[in-house]
């Protein structure tokens, strides 16, 4: 069975600071990786997204993240923290082949400290 | 751009009442899904729709669960008979394709049972 792990739950940075949000996955399979970020009152928007191709992935808003299956990881950064990056991240995970359903990790709130 | 559009955007109930959460898919998306999310709790998938059918469903999506393709626009999840632990905020989601495309979501229609 697939799952996701975030650590930590709560992130703070400084702005114009490395943002570095953790997630570990688990699949059977090869996995399609996804990061998605909730601003408040708003739905889950994607940020970025890894299907087999580079393993390091670039996404909207400065961010990336990369693809390590020695780790099975899928770390998300972004070198430079701005105020407007504060939101809700969720990593998920979903299956090559086919399957429909998303697996998501817990989220991690991002903090931006002026 | 277009958007998945969710009603109502917050609904408080009685428990043993009946809910019916009410989305607007992205109109040339074929796919089409309800997720949860329990406060403090990991985004949940619930059940997936293709082709006036269910193609995919979680242990979640028990007999009280129901989705419904009404018309050509509506997608709808009714709960037939509320209990307190199906208070959660309900996203909406459809893509182009299923396998691992991306969902775009809806900002999620927040339930309170009482």
Known sequence: ?114 | EPEVTQTPSHQVTQMGQEVILRCVPISNHLYFYWYRQILGQKVEFLVSFYNNEISEKSEIFDDQFSVERPDGSNFTLKIRSTKLEDSAMYFCASSVRGGANVLTFGAGSRLTVL
């Not at chain 1, 940075?13 to 996995?31: D, I, K, Q, T, W």
């Not at chain 1, 961010?63 to 923290?81: I, M, N, V």
Request: glycine share 8%.
């Open chain 1, 1 to 114: 069975a697939q799952s996701v792990t975030q650590l930590g739950s709560h992130v703070s940075v400084s702005e114009g600071a490395l943002v570095l949000l953790r997630c570990n996955y688990s699949s059977s399979v090869p996995p399609y990786l996804f990061w998605y970020v909730q601003y408040p009152n708003q739905g889950l928007q994607l940020l970025l997204k890894y299907t087999s191709a580079a393993t390091l992935v670039k996404g909207i808003n400065g961010f990336e993240a990369e693809f390590k299956k020695s780790e099975t990881s899928f770390h998300l950064t972004k070198p430079s923290a701005h105020m407007s990056d504060a939101a809700e991240y969720f990593c998920a995970v979903s299956e090559e082949q086919g399957a429909q359903k998303l697996v998501f990790g817990q989220g991690t709130r991002l903090t931006i400290n002026p």
